[in-house]
C-alpha cells in the first residue's frame, strides 16, 4: 500500500473508509459485495439496509402529483419552500426547536451530503473530528478526503454505551466537530443524556461544533429521540442532520437535510452547492407530506419495526447467536463467537452457503488496526417484510442443528 503522505485525494478517501487495496486501487464496499454475492447465491439479503416493501401511500402519491404537476426542473439550492418549511413544522412539533426555515433549513441530496458538506465545511487539514466505533463508513472517507484526523471512541458490545472518560480524553482543543450518531448504526443503540449532556460539555469546552447524524430519529422502540440540539448550550454550536428515507421507506430518492443557526447552515451550504448542487425536485414535496403525517404514522412505522426486530432476533438466538437487542434503527447485531467463529468477515462470505442469508460484519465498520473487539460480530437488517424474516430465521436455524 502506498505511504500515506503519498496518496492522491481520492486513495485518501478510499483508505478513509478503509477500501484502499495494497496495490493502491479501491475496494468495493461491503454491503455492495454482499449484496452481489446474495444475488448470486440466491441468499435472502439482510446486509444492506435497505426496506423491501414501498412506504405510505400518501407519500408516494404526492410524488406522482409533483412529477405530473411538472415539478421537474432545478429547485431553488437550499431546497423547495414546501420542505423547508415542513421541515421547520417538523422540528417544533417534535422536539420544541424552531429553525427558520428561510436561513436554518437546507435539503441536501440524503443525509450522506449533508454530512459531506459539514464535514468539508468545518474541518481543515490536521483537525479532529470525535466519533463512534464502530462507525458509519462514510464519516472516515470524508474526514480523510478533508485532511483531518478521525479520533474514535469505541462503543463495545452488548451495550454499545461509550465510556465517558474516554470521550473526554478524545475530545480536545484539536477537535473540531464532534460527530453524534444518536439513534447508532450499526449498533441501534440510543445515546443517554447523561452522555449527550457530556459532549455538550466538552464541544463547549473545546469550541468544537457538534454535527448529529439522526437518520434513525423515528424509528426508536422504547421512549423518545431527543436530539442534542434541544440540550442547553447545543443549538449554537449544532448542525442536525437526518433524512425521509428511512422513516418513510423511500430510501432511493435522497432526500436529506440539516437544520441549525444560520451561521453554521450557510456554511454547510457553501460547500453542498458544489455537490449536488439541487436534487430531487419532485420528491421534495413528496418528503414535505411525509412529515406532515399524523402521529399515529410514526408510531405504526416504530411499532412494526419492533416486532420485526422480535423476529429475526429470536431466529438468531435460535440458532446460537448471542443477540445485542437494538434500542431503534433497522439492525440488529450478533456474536457469532458461541457457534466457534472468529473471523466474521469470512464467516459472512460463507453465510450463503451455510445458511442462505446475507449479513454484514462489522468488522467493515472499523479499521483492521482496531478490530479485535469485533471480529465475531455480524450485523443484520430486519427492515424487511415479516415473511422474509420468518424464511430467514428458519434458514439461520440450521446453523445450531
Known amino acids: 500500500m502506498p505511504d500515506a503522505e503519498f496518496l492522491r485525494p481520492w486513495q485518501r478517501t478510499a483508505a478513509g473508509a478503509g477500501l484502499l487495496a495494497a496495490d493502491g486501487g479501491v475496494r468495493a464496499t461491503i454491503f455492495a459485495e454482499m449484496s452481489a454475492l446474495a444475488t448470486r447465491t440466491g441468499a435472502i ?73 459539514a464535514l468539508l465545511a468545518f474541518v481543515d487539514a490536521g483537525d479532529e473530528v470525535v466519533a463512534l466505533e464502530p462507525a458509519y463508513d462514510a464519516y472516515g472517507a470524508i474526514v480523510a478526503r478533508a485532511g483531518g484526523v478521525l479520533r474514535p471512541v469505541p462503543v463495545r458490545f452488548p451495550d454499545w454505551r461509550p465510556d465517558p472518560e474516554e470521550l473526554r480524553r478524545a475530545v480536545t482543543d484539536r477537535t473540531r466537530v464532534i460527530l453524534v450518531n444518536s439513534p447508532h448504526n450499526p449498533t441501534g443503540a440510543v445515546l443517554d443524556r447523561d452522555i449527550l449532556e457530556l459532549v455538550v460539555e466538552l464541544a463547549t469546552r473545546h469550541d468544537a461544533i457538534i454535527v448529529t447524524d439522526e437518520v434513525y430519529e423515528h424509528l426508536v422502540f422504547d421512549g423518545a429521540h431527543v436530539p442534542i440540539a434541544t440540550l442547553p448550550g447545543a443549538w449554537e454550536r449544532t448542525v442536525s442532520i437526518s433524512s425521509g428515507g428511512k422513516t418513510f421507506s423511500t430510501t432511493g430518492w435522497k432526500v436529506g437535510w440539516a437544520t441549525g443557526p444560520a451561521p453554521l447552515v450557510t456554511a454547510v451550504l457553501a460547500v453542498k452547492q458544489y455537490l449536488t448542487y439541487v436534487n430531487g425536485a419532485p420528491f421534495q414535496p413528496a418528503i414535505a407530506t411525509g412529515l406532515d403525517l399524523p402521529d399515529a404514522f410514526f408510531r405504526g412505522a416504530a411499532d412494526t419495526l419492533r416486532h420485526k426486530r422480535g423476529v429475526l432476533a429470536a431466529g438468531l438466538e435460535a440458532a446460537g447467536f448471542a443477540v445485542s437487542l437494538p434500542q431503534a434503527g433497522y439492525f440488529v447485531v450478533a456474536d457469532a463467537s458461541p457457534l466457534g467463529v472468529d473471523d466474521a468477515d ?6 450463503p452457503e451455510l445458511a442462505g442469508v446475507v449479513g454484514v460484519p462489522v468488522t467493515a465498520f472499523v479499521p483492521p488496526e482496531r478490530r479485535d473487539g469485533v471480529r465475531g460480530l455480524v450485523r443484520f437488517a430486519f427492515c424487511k417484510r415479516l415473511e422474509v424474516l420468518e424464511e430467514a430465521s428458519a434458514r439461520l436455524a440450521r446453523l445450531g442443528a
Do not use: S
Open 45 to 117: 439479503n439482510l446486509g444492506q439496509g435497505f426496506p423491501d416493501e414501498d412506504g405510505p401511500v400518501e407519500v408516494l402519491d404526492a410524488a406522482r402529483a409533483a412529477i405530473a404537476a411538472g415539478v421537474n426542473q432545478y429547485p431553488p439550492g437550499p431546497g423547495l419552500p414546501v420542505l423547508r418549511e415542513a421541515i421547520a413544522r417538523h422540528q417544533a412539533r417534535w422536539y420544541g426547536l424552531e429553525p427558520d426555515p428561510a436561513t436554518e433549513v437546507l435539503v441536501t441530496a440524503g443525509a450522506t451530503e449533508a454530512l459531506a458538506a
Open 346 to 351: 469470512a464467516f459472512c462470505r460463507r453465510l
